[in-house]
T-cell receptor
Framework: AQSVTQLDSHVSVSEGTPVLLRCNYS??????LFWYVQHPNKGLQLLLKYTSAATLVKGINGFEAEFKKSETSFHLTKPSAHMSDAAEYFCVVSDNFNKFYFGSGTKLNVKP | NAGVMQNPRHLVRRRGQEARLRCSPM?????VYWYRQLPEEGLKFMVY????????ESGMPKERFSAEFPKEGPSILRIQQVVRGDSAAYFCASSPPSGIGDTQYFGPGTRLTVL
């Protein structure tokens, strides 16, 4: 069975400091993993995707994530937060039948 | 190349009325997915459709909810006799017909409010 746990419901950082959003997954298959971002009252935008190629995945807007099979983790990082990064972030695992399983989300607050 | 389109963006219904939500996938995409997002929660899978076929409806409530994706036209999510608990954001996503683990591209959502 597939599931995703996002360990922090809220994360607050200061502008210019690093961002770490944590995600652990459970999957019966070799998983496909995604991070999406949702700005208030908007749809979801794909940040990055892992599908068993390189374990370090680079995405848009300076975000990246590292797939660690031994830890069943797929944490999202960014070296320096920007005010425009304030949003909700969802970690997603996909099964072999194209069904997406979403984490409960992490709301990122960026302080000036 | 237009993205996934959903309409209406906002829908208000009174209890007992019907709600119809529409989704037009990206050009060239033949797979459509519907998700529901309750306040302060992540998205929950409802149904996966291809043209004229329901592939997986394991996330659909057993009563009042139905979905279709006809040969021509948008995918429709239909909720009959709405209740207050149906108030949520409903997102549609689409993907190309190329295999497992495809990226799903999401529409802006329809926010349903039941009075």
């Amino acid at each position: 069975a597939q599931s995703v746990t996002q360990l922090d419901s809220h994360v607050s950082v200061s502008e210019g400091t690093p961002v770490l959003l944590r995600c652990n997954y459970s999957s019966s298959y070799s998983p496909s993993l995604f991070w999406y971002v949702q700005h208030p009252n908007k749809g979801l935008q794909l940040l990055l995707k892992y599908t068993s190629a390189a374990t370090l995945v680079k995405g848009i807007n300076g975000f990246e994530a590292e797939f660690k099979k031994s830890e069943t983790s797929f944490h999202l990082t960014k070296p320096s937060a920007h005010m425009s990064d304030a949003a909700e972030y969802f970690c997603v695992v996909s099964d072999n039948f194209n069904k997406f399983y979403f984490g409960s989300g992490t709301k990122l607050n960026v302080k000036p | 190349n237009a993205g996934v389109m959903q309409n209406p963006r906002h829908l208000v219904r009174r209890r007992g009325q019907e709600a119809r939500l529409r989704c037009s996938p990206m050009k060239g995409h033949s797979h459509v997915y519907w998700y529901r997002q309750l306040p302060e929660e992540g998205l929950k899978f409802m149904v996966y459709l291809q043209k004229e076929n329901i592939i997986d409806e394991s996330g659909m409530p057993k009563e009042r909810f139905s979905a279709e994706f006809p040969k021509e036209g948008p995918s429709i999510l239909r909720i009959q006799q709405v209740v207050r608990g149906d108030s949520a954001a409903y997102f549609c996503a689409s993907s190309p017909p190329s295999g497992i683990g495809d990226t799903q591209y999401f529409g802006p959502g329809t926010r349903l409010t039941v009075l």
